[in-house]
């Protein structure tokens, strides 16, 4: 017998609500049949209560630290494995054999160009144009190019729409840089592996020999991995909620890129680098920057800390801030930011405001010192988190239409705003 809630309302019979667990656990209460049964609904600003589907992707355990991609533990994936085979996990839900990989590697290669007409549209963005608009626009526009992506269709296509969208979003990330500091494209070459040839297409010129380094390669695959999924966070719920209309993969992607933008989300990486800077500037004043982080009357927040869902720490941001010191070794660079994030993490944890609010440093407090140091400019930072989450977004934008009890995305709301009044002619309004 499966569980239930006894809900009891003013003036009605109780209310029997199924309870569903999760495979870790979790619980929920199911209330899809809520107003049908009693005429009310539930009110969850923010969705910090709601959970908006079920899913096999990923599993977060924000008191523990937990991250899984398809229960494969987050230090071991970033320990042993390579962002495409991660990507394969997150889509097919299993680890592939080198047979798969090696076919799913061949597919992504083959795909990587991008039609020629479309590096006009570069042309048209003005020279101060963020790349993640230009990401969006590109991407959003991929759906031009392959009709047979729209609607429900894109979902019988989606291999095909999904190697794309992995091969092309480099592509148009790396066109996109050499725009802005106009230089010319660099095509993607089949022979480079993934990352390669994105770094490739980023840093080559034509006039001179590019080496890619395989430890900054190393070093951008693990960065990749570790933003590959992260369950229904603001770009993947966006995703499904624009894919959940029957609009295309490539607009519902395009939607997730600019959600993903806001300074909440993962413009965050880029908005650390920006604070760190200033602190640095500033003559390193921690305690000031601290103060004014608590104070309710600012606006300044401590970027790159606290998480909706960690409540202890972020995985995630463990594995960076070790990995920030091994690249920094390997590449030779010192850099007095990461020293500064350092001292910034302890003063914070050690402060009464952030222990008792849980705040943590996350995913994007030390990303950007590792992007710095292999040369990716601050503005290019969520650029990378989107190149990254990409296959997490197709993977959940894929369940979604693979669950048969999607619908719509359509919240209900309580109105409070003016109850019912006649119309005031223009001549009888007074200005209020
Ligand atoms: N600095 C100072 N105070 C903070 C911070 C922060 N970074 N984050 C939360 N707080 C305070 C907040 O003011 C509130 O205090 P009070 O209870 O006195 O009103 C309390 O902590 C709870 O915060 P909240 O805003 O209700 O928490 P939330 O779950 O709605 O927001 C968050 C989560 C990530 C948006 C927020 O912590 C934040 O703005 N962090 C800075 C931006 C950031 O680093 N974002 C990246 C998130 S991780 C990667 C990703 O999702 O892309």
Redesign the pocket.
């Known amino acids: 017998m499966s569980d239930t809630a006894t809900l009891q309302l003013p003036g009605q019979e109780p209310v029997e609500l199924p309870v569903i667990t999760g495979s870790e656990g979790e619980k929920a209460i199911d209330v899809s049949k809520l107003r049908a049964k009693t005429g009310y609904i539930t009110l969850d600003p ?1 969705y910090v209560n709601t959970g908006s589907c079920s899913s096999s992707v990923t599993f977060l355990d924000g008191e523990k630290g937990i991250l899984r991609y398809r229960g494969y533990p987050i230090e071991q994936l970033a320990e042993n494995s390579s962002f495409v085979e991660v990507a394969y996990l997150l889509l097919h839900g299993a680890l592939p054999t080198t047979q798969q990989l090696d076919d799913f590697n061949d597919h992504l290669s083959k795909h990587s160009l991008i039609h020629e007409d479309m590096k006009h549209f570069f042309e048209g963005f003005s020279t101060t144009a963020h790349p993640m608009v230009i990401l969006s626009s590109m991407v959003s526009s991929l759906s031009a190019y392959y009709s047979e992506a729209s609607g429900a269709a894109s979902v019988d296509q989606l291999e095909v729409n999904t190697a794309r969208l992995m091969a092309k979003i480099r592509t148009i990330a790396a066109f996109s840089y050499k725009k802005s500091i106009g230089q010319p494209f660099i095509y993607p070459q089949d022979k480079l592996a993934y990352c390669a040839n994105f770094l490739n297409m980023m840093f080559a010129v034509p006039a001179e020999p590019y080496e890619v380094d395989p430890e900054i390669t190393k070093a951008l695959d693990l960065l990749l991995i570790l933003h590959a999924d ?1 369950e229904q ?2 770009s993947a719920s966006t995703v499904r909620v624009v894919g959940s209309s029957m609009a295309n993969v490539y607009a519902s992607v395009a939607s997730g890129i600019l959600a ?1 933008w806001g ?4 413009g ?1 990486n880029q908005q650390v680098l920006r604070m760190l800077e200033r602190i640095h500037a500033d003559g390193d004043d921690l305690d000031k920057y601290v103060r004014l ?2 104070d ?1 009357d600012s606006d300044f ?8 869902v960690y409540k202890n720490f972020d995985p995630r941001a463990t594995i960076i801030k070790s990995a920030c010191d091994r690249v920094l070794n390997l590449l030779g660079v010192d850099d007095p930011l990461l020293d500064l994030a350092r001292r910034l993490e302890e003063v914070a944890l050690s402060d009464e405001y952030f222990v008792e ?1 849980k ?1 943590y440093p ?3 407090f030390y990303s950007g010192i590792i992007y710095r140091a292999i040369g990716i400019p601050e503005n290019m930072f969520t650029v990378m ?1 989107a190149l990254g989450r990409l296959p997490g977004w197709i993977a959940q934008w894929k369940e979604m239409h693979q669950d048969p009890k999607t619908k719509i995305a359509r919240p209900r709301q309580i109105y409070n705003g003016e109850t019912a009044r006649d119309y005031v002619p223009i001549e009888k309004r007074v200005a209020g």
């Open positions: 923010g992260h966070n603001c993903l300074p909440l989300h993962g965050a982080a608590k309710p927040r401590l970027m790159g800390f606290g998480h909706r609010r705040l996350n995913v994007d988190f």
